[in-house]
């Protein structure tokens, strides 16, 4: 329903399978362009945070926070147009209700987050967009340790070094949303009349105070007639678009509207979606080989109120179970290396089982060994307990289950 928000079209169900019919962002995450560009000059960097700000407000208008706000979070589209996506730590916000749920990734989780305190939503939100912003403009993060405890006690004391190099204005807002209480910290409204903030700022963002849908309150008579053509009735979706309930007809239509205005938006802009100034690119700027990067924090996912965890769950000291894994991976023939005290990157290699190539030297074809990457990362949750974690970097999505598979019966504890 926002521009900047990515668009999800329909949601089927199987007994077997899920499948979220969601639109084709096409220039990838904005973690990757931060990475590959370094720190941006300040109006790309404010081109950005203006419609990332304007996403965000439109959730928790709606009753959403989204709790796991990162760069790798936020999509591209092919106009370089800012698309909030993975919602999966998201939660509805109930008015004398707080959460407690501690998720996200913890470089980018406000300190009430990580420390287990209740929050009631908003304030973790302007948090992880505060950590955005300074990667945005300094292509580092404010608050990064490899040691977790260590990382921990930076965000909860507020520790970290602003630039000099930044505008006064940048100076300023930046530290008012990275402020450890969070009573005290400014709020998107707040952010939205910041000096900083309002410069060159779009006028479809500037009036979008109330529901984006009333933007697109008259149907596309050409949509409506293609729409008719596949059988459905003109006036039964004209009545689902005016209600905004999702059936088969409002989900065609909202396919063929945007397909037709050829933007890969959420569509309901149109002509004031394309006020929006042309993206500043060829900034460059001094690269850094310090990425927004962040081990996920633990990862709990409420569903119909109940909780996920991710990882395989352990009882035993930490000591115990880094040598059971290493036992394990020496088993299985994986090759690993050391990150940090508790995180391992692995290596294993499938002989004869890729493509063909030709040998250099002799001309006669070789076969190619596939590749696994995977990180291992051991946590501890808040029950005492310890998860294994095992993220997939690099080969096949069925090799690295086979492999995680394998890893995990070869694991023994007690």
């Given amino acids: 329903m926002h521009p900047h928000i990515i668009r999800l079209y329909e949601v089927m169900e199987t007994q077997a399978d899920i499948y979220v019919v969601m639109e084709y962002v096409k220039a990838g995450e904005l973690f990757d362009y931060i990475v590959e560009k370094g720190r941006l000059m300040e109006d790309e960097a404010r081109h950005f945070f203006q419609q990332i700000i304007s996403g965000v407000e439109y959730c928790h208008r709606h009753m959403v926070v989204h709790r796991d706000l990162k760069p790798e979070n936020i999509l591209l589209d092919s106009k370089m147009n800012v698309k909030t996506a993975d919602f999966g730590l998201s939660n509805v916000m109930h008015d004398g209700h707080f959460l407690k749920t501690s998720c996200g990734s913890p470089n980018y989780a406000a300190p009430e987050v990580i420390s287990g305190k209740m929050y009631a939503g908003p304030e973790v939100d302007v948090w992880s967009c505060g950590v955005i912003l300074y990667a945005l403009l300094c292509g580092s993060l404010p608050f990064d340790d490899e040691n977790i405890p260590n990382l921990f006690k930076k965000i909860k004391g507020g520790i970290y070094n602003l630039p000099t190099n930044l505008s006064p204005g940048a100076r300023d807002l930046i530290p008012r949303m990275l402020l450890v209480d969070p009573l005290k910290r400014i709020t998107i409204p707040e952010i939205r009349q910041h000096p900083w903030f309002t410069v060159r700022l779009p006028r479809y963002l500037a009036v979008m105070q109330a529901d984006t849908v009333t933007l697109h309150t008259i149907a596309d008579e050409e949509v409506l007639l293609e729409v008719a053509k596949l059988g459905f009735d003109r006036a039964m979706l004209l009545e689902?678009?005016?209600?905004?309930?999702?059936?088969?007809?409002?989900?065609?239509?909202?396919?063929?509207?945007?397909?037709?205005?050829?933007?890969?938006?959420?569509?309901?802009?149109?002509?004031?979606?394309?006020?929006?100034?042309?993206?500043?690119?060829?900034?460059m700027a001094t690269p850094t080989n310090r990425s927004p990067n962040g081990a996920p924090l633990q990862q709990h996912r409420l569903v119909a109120e109940r909780r996920w965890q991710l990882g395989c769950k352990v009882r035993a000291h930490p000591t115990q179970i880094m040598h059971e894994l290493y036992r394990a991976l020496g088993a299985c023939g994986i090759a690993w290396k050391r990150l940090a005290p508790y995180t391992l990157k692995c290596r294993l290699e499938v002989g004869g089982m890729n493509s063909v190539a030709l040998d250099p030297e002799t001309g006669q074809q070789q076969s190619k060994p596939k590749v696994v990457k995977m990180e291992v990362q051991l946590y501890r949750n808040r029950d005492g307990e310890y998860l294994l974690d095992f993220q997939g970097l690099k080969g096949e999505s069925f090799l690295?289950?086979?492999?995680?598979?394998?890893?995990?019966?070869?694991?023994?504890?007690?």
Avoid: W
């Fill in 240 to 283: 689902s678009l005016k209600k905004r309930v999702q059936n088969k007809a409002t989900v065609a239509y909202y396919l063929m509207y945007d397909n037709r205005r050829h933007i890969n938006s959420s569509g309901y802009l149109s002509a004031e979606l394309n006020e929006a100034y042309a993206h500043p690119h060829g900034m």
């Fill in 400 to 414: 690295f289950l086979d492999t995680c598979g394998e890893l995990l019966q070869e694991l023994r504890f007690g």
